[in-house]
């Protein structure tokens, strides 16, 4: 079996707030005869525009749905390939205000559902996390041509 080819993407410091703008996220890619798999890892909420998390768990689920579809494009990959999703969440409580953001989210597509309870995360704004794996096309790799 081959091995996934990792590509880790390095935390970045906001040396004005001096702490993480997010934690470390990675996308690991790993083909499977003619298709990919990818794992997006470790997605949170963070809003780079805004320099910060939202308050509330929805508002965070939201722009975390928006960073992972944003992870996958990169990788020739839409939410709609996605296959399974891990949820870490510290309020499961207030969990349901974000069912009709994941309908929406993935639209047709009923991906394998993980709801993790967690006591905290790395960071106390962070309210929840997201690992999504898809599955989709192989991209060619660079330098090929198509055939």
């Known amino acids: 079996m081959a091995q996934p080819q990792r590509d880790e993407i390095k935390p970045e410091m906001s040396f004005q707030q001096g702490s993480f703008e997010a934690p470390a996220m990675g996308i690991e890619r790993r083909p499977l005869a003619g298709r990919q798999e990818v794992r997006v890892r470790r997605v949170t909420g963070f809003n780079r ?17 928006l ?13 709609t390939d996605v296959v399974r999703v891990i949820y870490l969440v510290h309020d499961a409580d207030a969990f349901p205000a974000c069912f009709p953001l994941l309908r929406d989210a993935f639209g047709s597509a009923r991906p394998a559902v993980t709801l993790r309870l967690v006591d905290g995360f ?14 989709g096309a192989s991209r060619p790799e660079q330098g090929q041509a198509d055939a």
């Open 49 to 65: 525009q805004e320099g910060g998390f939202p308050r509330r768990l929805s508002e965070q689920c939201r722009q975390a749905l």
């Open 67 to 79: 960073n992972g579809a944003q992870s996958l494009q990169s990788a020739g990959l839409s939410m």
């Open 122 to 135: 790395d960071s106390p704004d962070v309210k929840i996390e997201l690992e999504l794996i898809a599955r």
